[in-house]
């Protein structure tokens, strides 16, 4: 018997019933035979074997696709897995889940042995030894029945558990390579064989399944590519994120710091608070240009505030509470219910409309202490959030403002980013109604603009859709930072009016807008982005007076006295060392200039003028050089 099998193209081809998808990759090409890895049947993802029963839609999955790379790097998990198996047999090896993530995958395990860095280069050779063998990976379907009983013989206990929490309808699958086999949907490569260049990373704990009630497991992190070309690229961009790690060069650089008597809570240092105060005086010169009025609401607020606005029932486990006079009282997660009551406090017209309001704001959110990571994930942080009231015929011109403001900052920065259009989550707040109408209006903008978007269903605010702001760095990492949310629930929640030119009451529309979104979190990546060699701009210190010896500590203070009224922060370096030793002193705290003084200098008036690339400016007039440094300043270069 024949089926008809319908290709990508729509071309339609015939084939005797029970051909593999993997046969008609070969019959369509051999080169997409050799490519390829898996198969969509009827928009289902399907191993190379899958037999085809009937008249379907087939499409062939290769590695050098995305969806062919994670296939690849969950093969890679499996074969860890095996690996781990064979090394330690008498150490009761009992496995968890191995999934691919973002640049890899990882695989947790319970073990008596605590693992060491020795021994991920035992379970590499011992990986790279099941490549070799080139095992046929097989699936095979079980009835939960035969998954119970082949997982209690091997003792397996966390795998039991995720068989005895599948829904009574699931299909369970098994996969097999040699004496190993694994409880898995798939699919998976043809064989291990295929598998080509791959690392295993580094370990750390986690607790099973996410809930700290369970115990912790090792997780093992790994990455693999189609090439291994590709492979050395990725491990040359971690190498080269650690060097930039925000945490270690914010402490190398006197940026801030975090202590034990407060976890997750940054402290500024003074060169750390330079640059916080440049980012903040940037973003309310823009501000100020655009018509913003910035204002400052409580960090405590009583909390019915939050129950009116919605936010106890999304954020209640992530909030600190108090009890002052028997009444409760949070610290603020968000800026936005402050901001309505500010709005509320009197009586707009249509004329006002829009209204912007502004605020760096701290917030508040608990965190899992496992789950902090320096800058990037904190308990405390300044959201850089604005409020705009506007009228509904507003909507989509004050969106495309905000969609300006936020590109021409980043452009300063030097970061290219993406768009995402997210869309009603489950937990939305507010009629179907509303939400459309905010999801067209944000959509439309976008279309209208021309601007490139990607969809992301599902993951909008509570309270709106949004569009948010990926910007990739240095190392073309993506960080979500700006966002831009549009509200027509908290005018409701918080009865908002302004008087319409019928006189009669109506309720304006709020757009949330944030640039950086956390200013905490931005510094980190802005750290990390610049490897630390801030532009001229935001560095802490601009310019660095290394005087020669000793005898000529007065003029370099009598320079910094000069400097410092020009408006530049400058620091001398007054310790008794050898010049070169100063220099290369300045050049590691990735001074941008480095100011030279000895007599040639105290004769001339002038100073050395070094840049921390190794640019000699030669001898300058202070003032000569103070103008050139503002120039460089006033076009944040």
Known sequence: MEINVTLPDGAIRRYSQGTTVGEIALSINANLYKNAVAGKLNNELVDLNRPIEQDSTVEIVTLDSQLGLEIHRHSTAHVMAQAIKRLFPGQNVKLGIGPVIEDGFYYDIDIDKPLSSEDLVAIEYEMNHIIGENLPIVRRTVSREEAVRAFEECQEPLKLEIIRDLPEEAVISIYEQGEFFDLCRGPHLPSTGRIKAFKLLHMAGAYWRGDSNNKVLQRIYGTAFAKKAQLDEHLHRIEEARKRDHRKLGKELGLFMFSEEAPGMPFYLPKGMAIRNELESFAREIQRLRAYEEVRTPLMMNNRIWEQSGHWDHYKDNMYFTQVDETKFALKPMNCPGHMLIYKNSRHSYR????????????????????????????????????????????????????????????????????????????????????????????????????????????????????????????????????????????????????????????????????????????????????????????????????????????????????????????????????????????????????????????????????????????????????????????RS
């Open 352 to 635: 006002e409309l829009p209204i912007r309001l502004s605020e760096f704001g701290q917030v508040h959110r608990h965190e899992f202490s496992g789950a902090l990571s320096g800058m990037m994930r904190v308990r405390t942080f300044c959201q850089d959030d604005a409020h705009l009231f506007v009228l509904p015929s507003q909507i989509e011109e004050e969106i495309g403002r905000v969609i300006e403001l936020i590109g021409h900052i980043y452009d300063v920065f030097g970061f290219s980013y993406k768009i995402e259009l997210s869309t009603r989550p489950d937990d939305y707040m507010g009629s179907e109604a509303l939400w459309d109408q905010a999801e067209q209006s944000l959509q439309s903008v976008l279309d209208s603009r021309g601007i490139a978007y990607t969809l992301n269903e599902g993951d909008g605010a509570f309270y709106g859709p949004k569009i948010d702001f990926h910007i990739l760095d240095a190392l073309n990492r993506s960080w979500q930072c700006g966002t831009i949310q549009l509200d027509f629930q908290m005018p409701e929640k918080f009865d908002l009016t302004y008087i319409g030119e019928d006189n009669l009451k109506h309720r304006p529309v709020v757009i949330h807008r944030a640039v950086y979104g956390s200013i905490d979190r931005f510094i980190g990546i802005l750290t990390e982005h610049y490897a630390g060699a801030f532009p001229l701009w935001l560095a802490p210190v601009q310019a660095k007076l290394l005087p020669v010896s000793d005898h000529y500590l007065d003029d370099a203070y009598a320079v910094k006295k000069q400097l410092e009224e020009a408006g530049i922060r400058v620091e001398v370096n007054h310790r008794n060392e050898k010049l070169g030793y100063k220099i290369r002193e300045a050049q590691l705290e990735k001074t941008p200039y480095m100011l030279i003084l000895g007599e040639n200098e105290r004769g001339s008036g002038s100073v050395s003028v070094r840049k921390r690339s190794g640019e000699e400016l030669g001898l300058l007039a202070v003032p000569a050089f103070a103008a050139i440094v503002m120039d460089e300043i006033s076009k």
